[in-house]
Each structure stands twice: as structure tokens, then as C-alpha cells.
């Protein structure tokens, strides 16, 4: 794949920032139609969206050096030269949530109702921030003899000229069926919140599994487990409880 797309005097475009900005683009709109639809407060949604991009950013730049500790350690200058690269997503979900709570906080909105409206939206986003990953060649996985698999030949992350499990198309493939889904949630939901848990109950369900076919070791890990799958435990978790308290508050 090719990340460099084209560019325009001395300005480049690559396909990694040109994804993640129409899957943030992609999001807000989906947002903003949905809040109208359900006669929300739609002026609040670019706010949210801005709120949820800039605190998933920090926070998965955050988690990444965490999981980075040891080249920190060993050499300091690590932090500056990884500040435009390197995230773990499980930060900018984290962060996401935390800003958009600290935002309703703010504005005296219902968090669990902008959260059941944003979850879909922060679904289709990923969708197009791993066809960026598949462009720029990280997330990439496993070398493979496989029927389906991928070979890079000039990627700044991939191994180039060997093939590998297409981890990226699988992601991407679904977080697209997580989007559609979490729709038919939202259309059936009976009680605030019900969304927003099963994204956090979905998200990692077959991205766990992709988890074990990525190459892509510096990412770190917690026993056999990489950080992700360590962290999607405790978001499952989060979800089911989640779930079982909209479920209690319908019954009351």
C-alpha cells in the first residue's frame, strides 16, 4: 500500500491523516443527522465530536508511552521522538468517553443519551482509521502462506516484501458490521445507555481474537496477552454492567 497519495506544492497527503479525517468527518455527520432525527440537541454534536477527537488523542498518546515505560526509561528523548506516531486505540476510547462525560458534565446534558448517539459514529470512524492503517502499513499482521494476504513493498512499519495476514482488512471489515449494528441497538433500545454498552461490549469481540494474528510486537503485552486484549477485558466488563443497570432501571 502506498501512504503518501499525492501532493500539492510542498504540502503532502497521506492516506493515514486523510482517513482518520473522513472517518472523523463521517462521524459527525452520522451524529448530527442521527441527533436531529431523534430531536436532540444537534449543536452540541461537533462540540462532542471535537471534545471526543483531541481527549482520544492524548489519552492514546498517554497509553502508548505507558506501554513504551522501558524505552522511556533507557532513553528519555523516546517521548519527542514518537510524538507524531505511535497510539495505542484503547487510549482515545478511554479518552473519548472521559471527555465527552467531562463535556455533558459541562453543559448539563444527559451523558448516556449523547453517548448511545455517539457510539455508532466512534464504530464507523474506526472503520475508516484502519483502511489508513492498512495504507501506512501498521497494525499489520503475521507472516502468512495463506489464500488471503497482503505483501508491502514500501511501508515505513510493515515488513516489505513478505506476506501477511490483512489484519487491517479484517478490522476495518468489522468495525463497518460494528457500525450497523450498534444502529439496530439504537433503534431497539429502551433505556439510556444500552448503546454506548454494547460498543463497549462489541468493540473487542472479534478484535480480540485478530489480536492473536498481529505482527506487530511493540505494541506490548501483559502476559500472553497484548495490552489491547488485556484492556478490552475490563471495557467488556465495563459494558455488562453497563447493560445490566439500563436493564434495571427499565424494570423499575
Known amino acids: ?6 501532493s500539492i506544492g510542498p504540502f503532502t497527503v497521506y492516506g493515514y491523516g486523510l482517513m482518520i479525517a473522513l472517518g472523523v468527518m ?11 432525527k431523534l430531536k436532540m440537541k444537534d449543536e452540541h454534536v461537533f462540540f462532542l465530536v471535537l471534545w471526543c477527537l ?13 506501554t513504551e515505560w522501558k524505552e522511556i526509561a533507557a532513553d528519555p528523548a523516546f517521548l519527542f521522538e514518537t510524538m507524531a506516531d ?16 467531562m463535556y455533558c458534565r459541562i453543559k448539563n446534558l444527559k451523558f448516556l443519551e449523547y453517548f448511545d448517539l455517539m457510539a455508532p ?7 475508516f482509521g484502519r483502511i489508513g492503517c492498512l495504507l501506512a502499513g501498521c497494525c499489520y499482521g503475521k ?16 515488513p516489505n516484501d513478505v506476506a501477511l495476514i490483512p489484519t487491517q482488512i479484517y478490522s476495518s471489515i468489522l468495525d463497518f458490521i460494528h457500525f450497523a449494528l450498534l444502529l ?22 472479534g478484535g480480540f481474537i485478530l489480536d492473536f494474528l498481529r505482527g506487530d510486537l511493540i505494541r506490548g503485552s501483559v502476559g500472553s496477552l497484548s495490552t489491547s486484549q ?13 447493560l445490566l443497570k439500563c436493564r434495571k432501571k427499565r424494570s423499575v
Open 184 to 205: 439496530f441497538v439504537a433503534r431497539k433500545k429502551t433505556a439510556d445507555g444500552q448503546v454506548g454498552a454494547c460498543y463497549l461490549i462489541f468493540y473487542r469481540a
Open 26 to 36: 463521517a462521524a459527525w455527520i452520522a451524529a448530527e443527522y442521527r441527533a436531529r
Open 230 to 242: 488485556f484492556i478490552s477485558i475490563f471495557t467488556f466488563l465495563v459494558g455488562v454492567v453497563l
Open 143 to 158: 507472516e502468512t502462506d495463506g489464500v488471503f494476504s497482503i505483501t508491502f513493498h514500501a511501508s515505513d512499519y510493515a
Open 86 to 101: 505511535g497510539f495505542v486505540v484503547y487510549g482515545g476510547i478511554i479518552g473519548g468517553v472521559l471527555s465527552g462525560w
Open 54 to 66: 483531541l481527549g482520544g488523542l492524548v489519552f492514546s498518546k498517554i497509553l502508548f508511552w505507558i
Open 1 to 6: 500500500m502506498k501512504n503518501e497519495l499525492f
Open 121 to 127: 459514529s466512534v464504530a464507523l470512524a474506526q472503520g
